[in-house]
């Protein structure tokens, strides 16, 4: 196995890891949101979770193409 190939395993787990990170955090901050009273804090913190839930979906496109790049890595 090449290092190269290593390397692309380690960065899958990784954005793996980030996905379920940042899908912790939306989830976070929607709760705190729908617990706010303030109107205008509350579209801040669900402006937050939203920019945590494309970070998340960012991550997994990272995953998925890595993933097919080290199948396709394997297959020479």
């Given at each position: 196995m090449s290092k190269d190939f290593r390397q692309i395993e380690r960065e899958?787990?990784?954005a793996t890891r980030w996905v379920l990170k940042w899908r912790m955090l939306q989830k976070e901050a929607t709760e705190i949101a729908g617990a706010m009273g303030?109107?205008?804090?509350r579209?801040?913190?669900l402006f937050i979770a939203?920019?945590?839930r494309l970070l998340a979906e960012r991550a997994k496109e990272r995953s998925v193409h890595l993933a097919r790049l080290a199948s396709?890595?394997?297959k020479r």
């Amino acid at each position: 196995m090449s290092k190269d190939f290593r390397q692309i395993e380690r960065e899958i787990a990784q954005a793996t890891r980030w996905v379920l990170k940042w899908r912790m955090l939306q989830k976070e901050a929607t709760e705190i949101a729908g617990a706010m009273g303030d109107p205008q804090a509350r579209r801040h913190m669900l402006f937050i979770a939203e920019a945590y839930r494309l970070l998340a979906e960012r991550a997994k496109e990272r995953s998925v193409h890595l993933a097919r790049l080290a199948s396709h890595m394997k297959k020479r």
